[in-house]
């Protein structure tokens, strides 16, 4: 086993790390969401790693030049919306599928880097955007033309995440890490306790994905909160070390596997299999996500 393991490229064993943890994570979430509502789960994910973060700037002091606060708060803002409505799905649909909605990232960063970075696109990374665009299909199963507001939030959560990623690559370059996200676990902190204090006034179904009143967490449920930021704290630790070891696109590759890590951690929490079409689906935007990381080599 340990020479099974050994001979596993290190950023690839380390970004299997990485998606096994944020399986988890969503796992945590998917329990806590039977007991509280899907903002109240953000607010306590973004506000354990917002600890672990103030903690390591303390440890370490920032260096940085800065300069960009509006497109700093734009990340933080639609990285939280990402997260928002992902959580709700969490909640609401088989772990699986909202992880693979939120994996499309990927394809919708491609396109909007094509238009808004004006990095070319191979053929071979438009079949992968058209194949995935099937895929999601598939797993959406759409009546006729009208999609449901868990469809809608899976294919948000996808763009939002490719909004707010490609937002960092900019970021990158004149912020620390930390303060990149910083922002964006305050701002999820911040918000879904404004939301919560004005739940106890106003209340719509419309508006239940980002409206719910608290509910103090009792016995267990502290330790699956803290258990919920430490897996999303680990997830993101091995992430960052296995894009800092091995090419991007092997490693974007590599990620794909927290749809299977999820399947199967989501029918252990009772998730039923999925279905013929909603397994291909699942394939196909495997296969795109693969195909558009290979093409970022």
Not at 177 to 195: D, E
Not at 202 to 217: E, I, N, Q, R, S
Not at 274 to 285: A, N, Q, R, T, W
Request: glycine share 10%; with cysteine.
């Amino acid at each position: 086993m340990g020479q099974f393991i050994g001979g596993i490229n290190r950023g690839v064993l380390f970004m299997l790390i990485s998606s096994f943890s944020f399986a988890f994570d969503g796992a945590f979430a998917k329990v806590l969401s039977q007991n509280m509502d899907s903002v109240e789960v953000v607010f306590f994910r973004n506000g354990v790693t917002m600890i672990f973060v103030a903690l390591s700037i303390f440890k370490l002091p920032i260096k940085q030049v800065g300069g960009k606060p509006w497109l700093l708060l734009f990340r933080a803002l639609i990285g939280f919306a990402s997260m928002l409505v992902f959580f709700y799905n969490i909640a609401h649909i088989p772990l699986a599928d909202a992880i693979t909605f939120s994996r499309t990232a990927p394809i919708f960063t491609a396109i909007l880097a094509f238009f808004f970075l004006k990095e070319t696109i191979g053929w071979k990374g438009w079949v992968a955007v058209f194949i995935g665009f099937i895929g999601i299909v598939c797993v959406m199963k759409p009546n006729g033309l009208m999609l449901s507001k868990t469809d809608l939030f899976g294919l948000f959560s996808g763009l939002g995440a490719a909004l707010a990623y490609t937002s960092v690559r900019e970021l990158n370059r004149v912020y620390d890490t930390r303060v990149i996200v910083l922002a964006f676990v305050s701002t999820g902190t911040f918000f879904p306790a404004l939301f919560m204090v004005l739940s106890e006034y106003f209340h719509t179904p419309m508006f239940d994905f980002m409206l719910g009143k608290f509910v103090a967490p009792v016995g267990i449920q502290w330790l699956y909160i803290l258990l919920m930021g430490l897996s999303g704290a680990i997830g993101q630790v091995y992430m960052t070390k296995a894009f800092a070891t091995t090419k991007a696109g092997i490693v974007g590759a590599a990620g794909y596997s927290i749809i299977f890590f999820s399947l199967i951690i989501g029918v252990v929490l009772g998730d039923g299999l999925p279905d013929i079409i909603g397994l291909f689906g699942i394939l196909l935007v495997i296969i795109s996500g693969v195909i558009v990381a290979k093409e970022k080599e």
